[in-house]
């Protein structure tokens, strides 16, 4: 009964959300506005837009983040290296990790009590079905890994954690620990390093990154072949 109530509930505000969406022209402009931001994949037009805003800078990027959590298969390192070149790297690492964390706490949530119908048609089930079968393999070691990889577009591992028997907590939890250091590292790279500097250091750090996640993943494999023997 009580999932039944949170059902109807969500599924209320969504219906108002995207009622507004469609009948705003000013939400509509500033959603699709944003949208085309992200999607342009340059850290200097996500500065530029998000600076546009003024003394409401840090409002818009928190929304902006949870904009690209929810319905953007965009990676989040964006908005990091954004915030961190608006805001300074300290300031603007702990506004891209609270922000973050809001945004997979509502895919989360929104999986968990909407199913998987809803998820497929805000992502896709191509998509899902791999993250699926990451997950079946490796459990909550995939939202570690993940976070590693800062091209991954974490949105869908949240989703997927809500469809599997997953509770709230761990996967919180495991959410804060794994992208810690990830947006502590790009907020310094994008709060302290300009041009050709910052440029390599993130090609380096995507990677080295992109190496750990491997070397992790082969070491679970490893371990669940051998006792499956």
Same mark, same amino acid.
């Given at each position: 009964?009580?999932?039944?109530?949170?059902?109807?509930?969500?599924?209320?505000?969504?219906?108002?959300?995207a009622s507004i969406y469609a009948f705003v022209?000013?939400?509509?402009?500033?959603?699709?506005?944003?949208?085309?931001?992200?999607?342009?994949?340059?850290?200097?037009?996500?500065?530029?837009?998000?600076?546009?805003?003024?003394?409401?800078?840090?409002?818009?990027?928190?929304?902006?983040?949870?904009?690209?959590?929810?319905?953007?298969?965009?990676?989040?390192?964006?908005?990091?290296?954004?915030?961190?070149?608006?805001?300074?790297?300290?300031?603007?690492?702990?506004?891209?990790?609270?922000?973050?964390?809001?945004?997979?706490?509502?895919?989360?949530?929104?999986?968990?009590?909407?199913?998987?119908?809803?998820?497929?048609?805000?992502?896709?089930?191509?998509?899902?079905?791999?993250?699926?079968?990451?997950?079946?393999?490796?459990?909550?070691?995939?939202?570690? /890994? &993940?976070?590693? +990889?800062?091209?991954?577009?974490?949105? =869908? @591992?949240?989703?997927?954690? *809500?469809? $599997?028997?997953?509770?709230?907590?761990?996967?919180? /939890? &495991?959410?804060? +620990?794994?992208?810690?250091?990830?947006? =502590? @590292?790009?907020?310094?790279? *994008?709060? $302290?390093?300009?041009g050709g500097a910052k440029a390599m250091m993130?090609?380096? +750090?995507?990677?080295?990154?992109?190496? =750990?996640?491997?070397?992790?993943?082969?070491?679970?494999?490893?371990?669940?072949?051998?006792?499956?023997?």
């Amino acid at each position: 009964m009580k999932k039944y109530k949170s059902k109807i509930f969500l599924a209320a505000i969504l219906i108002l959300l995207a009622s507004i969406y469609a009948f705003v022209p000013s939400v509509n402009y500033g959603i699709n506005n944003a949208i085309k931001v992200l999607s342009s994949m340059g850290v200097d037009g996500v500065i530029e837009y998000i600076r546009g805003y003024g003394k409401y800078a840090a409002l818009v990027s928190f929304m902006l983040m949870i904009l690209q959590s929810i319905i953007s298969p965009i990676p989040a390192f964006l908005i990091t290296l954004s915030n961190a070149a608006i805001f300074g790297w300290v300031k603007g690492a702990m506004l891209s990790w609270s922000s973050a964390m809001v945004g997979a706490a509502l895919c989360f949530y929104i999986a968990k009590i909407l199913g998987r119908d809803v998820v497929e048609k805000i992502t896709t089930k191509t998509a899902l079905k791999s993250v699926d079968d990451f997950f079946a393999r490796y459990d909550k070691y995939v939202i570690l /890994i &993940a976070r590693l +990889l800062p091209f991954v577009s974490f949105d =869908i @591992v949240s989703y997927a954690a *809500g469809l $599997t028997s997953m509770k709230f907590w761990p996967f919180f /939890i &495991a959410t804060g +620990l794994g992208q810690l250091p990830a947006t =502590i @590292v790009y907020s310094y790279v *994008g709060g $302290t390093l300009t041009g050709g500097a910052k440029a390599m250091m993130i090609g380096l +750090l995507v990677l080295f990154a992109f190496s =750990i996640a491997i070397f992790i993943a082969k070491n679970m494999y490893n371990e669940k072949h051998k006792k499956s023997n």
